[in-house]
């Protein structure tokens, strides 16, 4: 029982690995957040006379618009225009990640996104569903002929580094966020303790900036996983 104490108290103290509640109830908070401004976004949007049509002022459905826009563009490019179904699932990871980083700006919140394990599990359900999505897409047969490679006496070797590859890919995108999240949000601190008003508004300028970074990273690999795994049967 010592012993079983000692390595819970000792995972709790590496970085990112944090304990509690406020995580949760921060990434819950994000979530209702969305859901509500995108049901004003759509009242603005019905309420519109022209809803094809975009406002000459700025608006929350505009902003959702140009959000939308930015997303179906990368997805395009990123995807193709064929696969433009996920888009609704990367769309929604942008939007969650991105406002989960914005949140650490605010005094008082907990940002989620500075501990390894919240993104990992995000991560997860990335790697979950694109393998999911690649096998539905393909097959079970084509998408593990992908895995072997394409030439027969290296197979073993090409499926061992080809798993450990996609075992890597939530681990890396986890510390990727982690490590520029914790690592902004440090400087930025760093940077308005030192400084006096209206300076900190520069800091935090670019930290939003970051932000909005971060999650557009995150979500352009999810992109690449998603067609890497559903167009296989092009690759052979």
């Known amino acids: 029982m010592s012993s079983g104490g000692h390595t819970v108290n000792l995972v709790e103290q590496l970085p990112g690995v944090g304990s509690g509640i406020e ?69 929604s990871i942008f939007l969650y990640l991105f406002f989960l980083n914005l949140l650490g700006l605010v005094p008082g919140f907990s940002m989620p996104t500075d501990l390894v394990a919240f993104n990992l599990g995000v991560s997860l359900v990335v790697f979950v569903l694109y393998n999911y999505w690649g096998i539905r897409q393909v097959g079970v047969a084509t998408y593990l002929k992908h895995l072997l490679g394409p ?58 900036f970051v932000c909005f970074m971060q999650a557009f990273v995150f979500t352009l690999l999810t992109m690449v996983y998603i067609r890497m795994a559903v167009e296989h049967e092009e690759n052979h």
């Open 23 to 91: 995580p949760l109830v921060s990434a819950l908070l994000i979530v209702g957040l969305i859901f509500f401004l995108s049901r004003v976004a759509l009242r603005q949007l019905a309420n519109r006379p022209e809803p094809l049509i975009p406002e000459k002022k700025l608006s929350l459905s505009l902003v959702f618009e140009l959000i939308a826009e930015l997303i179906v563009s990368l997805g395009d490019t990123a995807m193709g225009k064929r696969n433009r179904k996920y888009l609704p699932f990367v769309g």
């Open 151 to 208: 030439v027969a006496f290296i197979a073993p070797l090409m499926f061992v580094v080809e798993v450990v590859s996609h075992i890597v890919r939530p681990v890396s995108l986890s510390l990727r966020l982690y490590g520029n999240m914790t690592g902004d949000h440090i400087v930025l601190k760093i940077f308005t303790d030192m400084t006096k008003f209206p300076i900190p508004i520069v800091f935090y300028c670019l930290g939003a």
